[in-house]
């Protein structure tokens, strides 16, 4: 008993003097070194939220112009910063079989490259941004700013950590929108249906697609009819079959003219796309493993993805008392893209004023690229104004394609101008020429000075009868040309963003149509 005792007291007076020791070592650390992750990641000099485009824009433009800056990058999904067209264009059209693993793709000029804008080894993590002796951006991956607090400039993140900031940009993009008729129906719907966004929903897509055999894309707009070309094509080899249905009478209904309209859902038809037009979704219900859409007929399939537009995320509007256009939805923003003094908005989500076009909001990449360069000038003490008419693009496949600047929309008069394409008048041949695939990062900062027109005469009315090879389409508002669509005519942007930029009336588009060289071989 005796000797029992005396271990025990030796082990309890060990363990005591051991713990003490702890307890010494840990006071001895300096402060920065205890919580180290919570500690690096309490403040942030530039804060952006928002893991996209804009973010990625604004990061590369503020250490830019301040080399040393300490960027912090906040996103709630798992990727880093990567573009989003290829999603819905190059990557459908890919031979590699892994290509939703590597996530690289030949672009239409037949050079590869991955969707990420940079690799890993371009940041830096996070635990070390502000140790970094020249700084560097780090990116926090899966996590969400749910509360912002503009007084105290601090937000807070889904898991509660609290990250104070100097300077912060609101870059939180949008939502795809669903249909009510979905969103009733229930989970075994849901979770046939895609909202198409993000990589995951690629991914998601792809794979559904080689296991199915039915997709019925709802929505005849930009997302809607790449996605149904890109699945069309698919359909010949697998025999999997694709609808597009939508309540408009032809494809992109609500930017082309009818006529163009009409030509381009023949087009997406030869793809191997059954086309619905004018259908209206009354609802979607599961039975027998398979969903019914009813619209006049019941129509069965396997899977449905929703392609009908996209809302504004402004879920941090609330607490950080920030305005919400209520005409065009997203952020209010100034001229030079602040929402405060310390906040700039960018991308998707904001609702900025153009000057020759009035408030606007773009959801487009090439708009995500400048407006997102621009906050990050501005939050570097620029001061710029956002003048800059941001150009879309869309691709119905490698062999159509147009560029459109300004205000496109089918309810304003229009005037076409069009010639025969020739085989260097397509998409394909156009990055071919340019060396790129992101179009819009090689037009961007591009001026025109004095355009000089082509000599050639325009072709006659008999000419162009349904002949829209390749063309210019002017939208007119008070006899003034606010909006331009390329129609497989490349590498013009500049000249159309000069006219739309002077703001004048113009006697004969047909002239102004000789400036873009359309009728030239």
Not at 9 to 19: T, W
Not at 234 to 243: A, D, K, N, P
Not at 311 to 334: C, I, M, Q, T
Request: glycine share 8%.
């Amino acid at each position: 008993i005796i000797c029992t005792d005396c271990v025990s007291l030796v082990f309890a007076y060990c363990l005591s003097l051991l713990l003490s020791c702890i307890v010494t070592f840990m006071q001895s650390l300096p402060a920065d070194s205890t919580s180290a992750s919570q500690k690096i990641l309490s403040h942030a000099p530039y804060l952006l939220i928002g893991g996209g485009t804009a973010s990625f824009a604004a990061a590369r433009s503020i250490r830019a112009r301040d080399p040393g800056a300490r960027v912090l990058i906040v996103t709630d999904e798992p990727d880093l910063p990567y573009m989003r067209p290829p999603l819905s264009k190059e990557l459908w059209f890919s031979d590699d079989p892994s290509v939703t693993e590597t996530l690289r793709f030949k672009q239409w000029n037949g050079k590869e490259r991955s969707i990420y804008f940079q690799p890993l080894s371009f940041y830096i993590h996070p635990e070390e941004l502000n140790s970094a002796e020249n700084g560097g951006v780090a990116v926090l991956t899966g996590k969400k700013v749910i509360h912002m607090d503009v007084r105290g400039n601090k937000v807070k993140l889904d898991d509660d950590t609290e990250i104070s900031y100097d300077k912060c940009l609101i870059a939180t993009g949008g939502v795809p929108r669903n249909i009510q008729a979905i969103e009733r129906a229930g989970e075994e719907v849901t979770k046939r249906t895609t909202l198409f966004r993000k990589i995951e929903d690629f991914k998601s897509l792809e794979k559904v697609s080689r296991n199915i055999k039915s997709i019925t894309i709802i929505g005849g707009g930009f997302l809607g009819s790449e996605l149904a070309c890109a699945l069309g094509r698919r359909s010949t080899e697998s025999g999997l079959e694709v609808i597009q249905m939508f309540p408009e009478k032809g494809n992109m209904g609500k930017v082309l003219p009818e006529y163009l309209s009409n030509w381009t859902t023949d087009k997406v038809k030869k793809e191997g796309v059954k086309i619905i037009s004018e259908a209206l979704v009354k609802s979607v219900s599961y039975r027998d493993d398979k969903l019914e859409i009813q619209l006049k007929d019941g129509r069965l399939v396997d899977h449905i993805v929703a392609a009908v537009g996209l809302e504004p995320n402004v879920d941090l509007a609330k607490s950080a008392g920030l305005e919400v256009d209520s005409d065009f939805g997203g952020f209010r923003v100034n001229a030079e893209l602040q929402a405060r003094s310390n906040i700039w908005v960018a991308g998707d989500a904001a609702c900025f004023y153009d000057i020759r076009l009035g408030r606007r909001r773009v959801e487009h990449h090439d708009h995500a690229v400048v407006s997102g360069r621009l906050a990050g000038e501005n939050m570097t003490g620029a001061s710029k104004p956002y003048w800059h008419q941001s150009m879309f693009w869309s691709d119905l496949g490698p062999d159509v394609g147009y560029e459109a600047i300004g205000i496109v929309d089918s309810s304003l008069p229009t005037v076409g101008v069009f010639a025969k394409a020739t085989a260097k008048d397509t998409p394909k041949a156009a990055t071919e020429q340019s060396g790129t695939g992101i179009r819009s990062e090689s037009e961007t900062e591009d001026t025109a000075i004095s355009p000089v027109a082509s000599s050639a005469p325009a072709p006659t009315v008999a000419e162009q009868k349904d002949n829209y090879g390749k063309g210019v389409i002017f939208y007119l508002r008070d006899k003034v040309v606010v909006g331009i669509i390329l129609w497989n005519v490349f590498n013009r942007m500049p000249v159309a963003r000069k006219i739309i930029k002077d703001g004048e009336e113009h006697a004969d588009l047909n002239e102004v149509a000789k400036l873009f060289n359309i009728h030239d071989d």
